[in-house]
């Protein structure tokens, strides 16, 4: 707390060239005043979200990433295929800062004494380009943590968090009793396993291997489908029966997967169907999309009548939707459980030189279930 | 009008049996005897539209039907493929009858002033089984057709044109402010022309074939796309460039269509991005598959944000949505413009008995544009 603030401090940077190359550096930038209803935070501690990787690498093949730089200031270059290159014309040239949250602590305030009262103390903080030494951020972008709490405590506390209860209320709002989510064992998974275990609401929970299974059975997960059984249509449509469940958030995206939601929907309201419908159930289904885990194209029978809706899925238009109050109270809830409900774990921490170390960048890119790293920037 | 009414009369019917096989047939039912606020209507004409095919048909494999019977009660059998069985399962040994809409002249009136009003008049009707020689119906399932208006002409007043109104009404109450049609020269596609010219709406089309697109410039259509050319997608995003389109209704529902459409929209929006996202666009795309012309599955490359959405759309859940005044601010709008905005044409007429050829099985079943059929039950 009382470590001089230096001048100037390291920043990580992701640049795609017109030339069809990603380069990951880290580039030395001015530590910023904060304005007077802002805070100075020294970043201790900022989680390696699938969102934040998606930005980090874009469509480059990391395979062949290279290492370059020196010790202090590596530099990772990667190719980046040239079908790939369309989707990214937006960013070309522009040298981004990565990392959508983090903790750290206090150094600095502005002038305001609501900015004041947070000097010394540890917050969780929501604004991108968290993979730096120092961010300056206004208040409202920050989330005062319980006493002893840790940054790494905190360093979750926005995206995982926010997005499972955004699918818990997304569900409500939108009139469906119970939900279906998929990568069901990924850290986000296992907390929306707890929101829903906490709040009486019914999940299905799917997975792709035995062992994931059994990691959501055994910290209470009633309904669980592996994706791998021979016979995983039929345990889905039988656990839709169980629950009710008319809506399901998929992170896979690409693939049958999400078709293969709906038309279980589908079929499990037909069990209790009086009269044939050529058109199908009247009950509507809804998959949204919120992640690419999958990244081939997605694909489809329709099966599964007319009532049904595919859409996308993102936090910050959700909770812009909700408006500031409902988003408010979402925050004060994470607040009061960071440590049991939304606790997180990670496999690893990295610092920025860390990073860019090829071995480490091929283990945090797998994204494997329990596998999630922390990067420490100072 | 001063034929005497019939004790029995004929009614086509579809039945799937549980061994697989379809049965048409034309049954010998009682004429009705209408309640209060009922007429009795004689079916004078009655279009083949594709959604009465479907129910007609089902799943059945039409090549290979055969004729059985006798000239007066023709019954044609085809098999089902045993995939196609699950599907079914709704409607297996239930002899169902055909046909959404049609229109006739009300031979007899329940006791309702209402309904005796109408004895002698030419209606258009809506409700099920118009392939029928009569039919008793509600009021509130009629439409009064203006002076002179043939049964011919008032055959089609309920499912095109609902469906199309309904395609505009939809546009404007989720936001949009232009939209995009394919099989666009359908009888349908050239009223949504009709009504988009009328109105003053913007209109994409998009076809399949130069002479289609042709047809519709032909009749004043200003964007016209076709898949079969080989800057189709870029064609496509032009015309989104200039209407702003952010709608869809596809009527083909399978193979990658939906997606392009989907695709050359977020195109067209980052035209005018002020900065890069990657989560694309903010601005919600939408597209609804209201039709299955393309029995393919539904594929799409995820390349357009997250904010987007496709879905089912069927006309009486969106009537029942709209609720009963606006739907009737509808059915006015279309007796207005009967042969005008809302004129239907038909390639043939068949008779019950002529349903139930073989030639015209297989010339009804290709759903071609401008090959429209008609039925004529008596």
């Given at each position: 707390m009382n470590q001089p603030i230096p001048a100037t401090a390291l920043q990580l940077r992701s640049l795609i060239k017109a030339?069809?190359?990603?380069?990951?550096?880290?580039?030395?930038?001015?530590?910023?005043?904060?304005?007077?209803?802002?805070?100075?935070?020294?970043?201790?501690?900022?989680?390696?979200?699938?969102?934040?990787?998606?930005?980090?690498?874009?469509?480059?093949?990391?395979?062949?990433?290279t290492a370059g730089g020196n010790a202090e200031r590596p530099v990772v270059t990667a190719p980046i295929p040239e079908a790939a290159m369309k989707a990214v014309a937006g960013r070309l040239g522009v040298s981004m800062p990565v990392g959508n949250e983090g903790a750290g602590v206090v150094v600095a305030a502005g002038?305001?004494?609501?900015?004041?009262?947070?000097?010394?103390?540890?917050?969780?903080?929501?604004?991108?380009?968290?993979?730096?030494?120092?961010?300056?951020?206004?208040?409202?972008?920050?989330?005062?943590?319980?006493?002893?709490?840790?940054?790494?405590?905190g360093a979750s506390s926005f995206v995982n968090p926010l997005t499972a209860l955004g699918m818990v209320e997304t569900m409500r709002r939108e009139g469906h009793h119970a939900l279906v989510h998929t990568a069901a064992a990924s850290n986000l998974g296992q907390m929306l396993n707890r929101i829903c275990l906490k709040d009486g609401i019914?999940?299905?929970?799917?997975?792709?291997?035995?062992?994931?299974?059994?990691?959501?059975?055994?910290?209470?997960?009633?309904?669980?489908?592996?994706?791998?059984?021979?016979?995983?249509?039929?345990?889905?449509?039988?656990?839709?029966v169980a629950t009710g469940a008319t809506i399901a958030f998929d992170a896979t995206g690409g693939g049958r997967l999400a078709g293969q939601i709906l038309g279980c929907m589908e079929q499990a309201l037909n069990r209790t169907a009086k009269?044939?419908?050529?058109?199908?159930?009247?009950?509507?289904?809804?998959?949204?999309?919120?992640?690419?885990?999958d990244t081939r194209p997605t694909e489809f029978v329709r099966n599964f009548g007319m009532a049904w809706g595919m859409g996308g899925w993102l936090l910050f238009p959700f909770l812009q939707k909700i408006g500031p109050a409902a988003a408010e109270a979402l925050k004060q809830r994470i607040a009061a459980e960071l440590k049991t409900t939304f606790a997180s774990r990670y496999a690893q921490s990295v610092s920025l030189t860390g990073m860019l170390q090829l071995d480490s960048i091929a283990a945090y890119n797998k994204r494997a279930t329990g596998e999630k790293f922390l990067v420490t920037p100072n």
């Open positions: 030339s069809g190359e990603l380069e990951l550096s880290l580039a030395l930038i001015d530590v910023p005043r904060p304005a007077a209803n802002e805070v100075l935070v020294r970043i201790e501690a900022a989680p390696l979200n699938p969102s934040d990787i998606g930005l980090l690498f874009g469509p480059a093949d990391m395979s062949g990433a002038s305001s004494e609501a900015a004041q009262a947070l000097v010394g103390k540890t917050v969780a903080v929501l604004g991108g380009a968290m993979y730096s030494q120092y961010r300056a951020l206004p208040l409202e972008q920050c989330l005062l943590l319980p006493e002893g709490a840790t940054p790494a405590d019914a999940l299905v929970n799917i997975v792709r291997k035995p062992e994931q299974a059994e990691l959501l059975r055994s910290i209470g997960a009633v309904h669980v489908c592996n994706t791998e059984s021979p016979s995983f249509l039929q345990e889905l449509t039988e656990a839709l009269e044939y419908s050529r058109y199908g159930s009247t009950t509507h289904k809804q998959v949204y999309l919120y992640g690419r885990l």
